[in-house]
């Protein structure tokens, strides 16, 4: 019986093409507007992602000291005297902060507490000294650019843009002088807090870290010497009850416990933050502008909406003894309803379809015109919130699930339009539709 009505419907349908045609064009336009538009906010979101860095960057967490504490010299990151419920990176601390669901390292930072001065033949320059564990370099997730990453010894680990830090105290002019660390001869100067001495060390840059992340312009040492270097510095002899470490970083397991690990530090009390809660609220704005996109797309959905309407309407009005005839042999409210919603659906689905087909398309055709764009015009392509070169010949993304979607809906705006048109046309009484001329 249902295929019965499924043919009558189809036969139907095609017994008025160009009003078919015309009215599933409204559904293909608003179709294909709600999936290109939704599109183009996953291809700037994931561009946007791809500017941010590596992957590691997103695992980690910076912790730092809870600012309402008060600071004073010490022999190691900090001494601070405040009231016992505020927490502080004390080691128990910074032990407990392994024992969070979704850690993988626990790194922490001791700062130099004074100002160190690198020396080369007649150049000088400078960098932010930070102590780490040798053993958890590793956990650092960063790329070498020259040299490996090792800490022994004299041996230093350079950011990527130390070397181009340095200057010449001659010159009357400043200008920035890039030395190759690897094998420039290096001496590091240290002065004490009240500048009345200082102290030379030599030493030797093990590697050079790829620039572009949070070290470029930090030099890693042992953390054990930067430790005997602050107590120079501050004159006070490090205190095991009092000290605590500038910073901790806190590697995530992965990208998806990233943001539970900070939410965890939180609660704890602490200062937390890192790109991945800057990725979180990327997310949300890409998602609101999604949401507003496809809004604007839904508005060319609602006009074909009320094409559909009007057509199954018009259907209903020009079938109307029709309609008589079937019920007088036999057919139900039922029978009615199912042909015309039907009618209806397909309307929705035919429309659907071809505005997936038109969105893949044009998907295509931007695409293929923005990876074969010569360099300097996309460097003008200003109108858009992400750097082009990250795009990488995908501006327009349409995965699957939204074409799935986009067809879904397609179908759901053709029954609900058809909806009043067919539930009048069911509830006709037969000798009302058989006296209709």
Do not use: C
């Amino acid at each position: 019986m249902m295929s019965e009505l499924a043919s009558l419907a189809i036969h139907n349908l095609m017994r008025a093409r160009a009003r078919l045609f015309m009215t599933a064009g409204g559904v293909l336009v608003g179709t294909t507007a709600v999936i290109l538009l939704i599109a183009l906010t996953i291809g700037l979101q994931n561009a946007a992602e791809r500017g941010i860095g590596q992957s590691s960057s997103l695992t980690e967490i910076q912790v730092y000291p809870n600012y309402g504490m008060f600071y004073m010299g010490g022999g190691g990151g900090a001494v601070v005297e405040s009231d016992s419920e505020v927490p502080v990176l004390d080691i128990a601390t910074v032990r407990s902060f392994w024992n969070i669901p979704g850690v993988a390292a626990v790194i922490p930072i001791v700062e130099l507490q004074g100002w160190a001065e690198f020396i080369s033949d007649d150049y000088r320059g400078g960098g932010q000294i930070i102590g780490v564990d040798p053993r958890l370099l590793p956990y650092l997730g960063v790329t070498m650019q020259q040299g490996e990453l090792l800490l022994e010894g004299d041996t230093i680990v350079v950011g990527g843009y130390v070397g181009q830090n340095f200057y010449d105290p001659e010159s009357e002019t400043y200008e920035p002088i890039s030395l190759d660390l690897m094998t420039a001869p290096l001496e590091m100067m240290i002065y004490n807090s009240d500048g009345s001495d200082t102290r030379e060390y030599d030493i030797q840059v093990g590697g050079v870290i790829v620039p572009g992340n949070s070290y470029d312009y930090s030099v890693l040492m042992p953390m054990d010497r930067v430790l005997d270097l602050n107590e120079y510095i501050t004159g006070q002899p490090l205190d095991p009850d009092t000290f605590t470490f500038s910073r901790v970083i806190v590697r995530a397991s992965s990208r998806e416990t990233t943001q539970s690990v900070s939410d965890a530090l939180r609660e704890m009390g602490h200062s937390a933050g890192g790109m991945g809660d800057y990725l979180t609220e990327l997310n949300k704005f890409f998602g609101t502008l999604r949401l507003m996109l496809g809004g604007v797309g839904g508005v060319a959905l609602l006009v074909a909406a009320f094409g559909v309407a009007n057509t199954m309407t018009m259907a209903i009005l020009e079938r109307t003894r029709e309609i008589g005839l079937m019920k007088a042999i036999g057919a139900t409210d039922r029978d009615v309803l199912f042909v015309f919603l039907l009618e209806a659906a397909m309307v929705g689905i035919l429309g659907g379809v071809a505005g997936i087909t038109v969105a893949y398309g044009l998907q295509n055709l931007i695409n293929t015109a923005l990876a074969n764009a010569p360099q300097g015009q996309q460097s003008g392509m200003m109108f858009l919130p992400v750097d082009v070169s990250q795009l990488g010949g995908e501006l327009v993304v349409i995965p699957p699930e939204l074409a799935l979607f986009a067809l879904a809906l397609a179908t759901s705006v053709g029954v609900l339009a058809g909806l009043y048109p067919s539930l009048r046309a069911a509830r006709m009484t037969t000798v009302t539709a058989l006296k209709t001329e």
